[in-house]
Nanobody
Framework: VQLVESGGGLVQAGGSLRLSCVALGFTFDDYAVGWLRQAPGKEREGVSYISASDGSTHYADSVKGRFTISSDNAKNTVYLQMNSLKPEDTAVYYC?????????????????WGQGTQVTVSS
């Protein structure tokens, strides 16, 4: 089982990027799926996820109103649309999956990790 991300890159502040993540070897039925990120010198933090139980979406306060998570279950793919990007959004973004009974969207509860994709926002 694995997650494969794409879509990172370099963008100016105020710009947009869309990250994609395809799940191989498993489906989203039993997993919450979403994104975490790690900036240089900082701990990995939760960004956004889609609940396995009801499909609801959740966001960190720092990205609410700017990022949108969505999924295409037929394609086993989850997306993160990032708008109004800020230099502080610069990080490696990881696609991740946690079992449906997880308690908090943080690294402790993650079962499956993607390889990470770099997002750099210049000022």
């Amino acid at each position: 089982v694995q997650l494969v991300e794409s879509g990172g890159g370099l963008v100016q502040a105020g710009g947009s990027l869309r990250l994609s993540c395809v799940a191989l070897g498993f489906t989203f039925d039993d997993y919450a799926v979403g994104w975490l990120r790690q900036a240089p010198g900082k701990e990995r933090e939760g960004v956004s996820y889609i609940s396995a139980s009801d499909g609801s979406t959740h966001y960190a306060d720092s990205v609410k109103g700017r990022f949108t998570i969505s999924s295409d279950n037929a394609k086993n793919t989850v997306y993160l649309q990032m708008n109004s990007l800020k230099p502080e959004d610069t990080a490696v973004y990881y696609c991740a999956a946690a079992p449906r009974n997880f308690k908090s969207w943080n690294p402790f509860w993650i079962d499956i990790w993607g390889q990470g994709t770099q997002v750099t926002v210049s000022s």
